[in-house]
């Protein structure tokens, strides 16, 4: 049987981390494949924080080509527990690109956001009206107030895309 190398469709991943984060696929042609919202998992607190098993299941069941996550850092304002947290599961979607062997890179958020054409200061409703705009297939999956981190990590898999 021949195969049609050509047929076969990478996939791209994005993540924007954060609790309220998400991950997005789309294939190499920037078609959308999936989002997921970040998962999460309840700790003795009450509070959350990120189900690292879960994550590496959702990339295990796409296996991006290559992975593009936007890179953090501590948040104006923020007390010493949500910046914590926030490194909490930022390393721990490292981790989990490192342990699964994915290839992958991390971007400044200023940087990808202008290339994506979203404005300086714009709020989160900016990413969710381009992202529609540019993978109009995710139309659908952007529906909700807080699908902001859906729609940027699918920008982000974009960005992905013209790193590969």
Known sequence: ??????SIMAVICGIDPGLAGAVGFIGDGGEFIAVYDMPTLP?????????AAALAGILRQHLPAFTMAERVGARLGEGPTGAFSFGHTFGSITAVLAALGLPHDLIQPAVWKRRAGIPAGADKRASVAICKRLIPG???HLTRVKDDGRAEALLLALQGRTTT
Not at 1 to 6: R, S
Not at 43 to 51: E, L, P, S, V, Y
């Open 1 to 6: 049987m021949l195969i049609n190398w050509k």
């Open 43 to 51: 700790t003795t607190t009450g509070r959350r924080q990120i189900d």
């Open 138 to 140: 995710a139309a659908d």
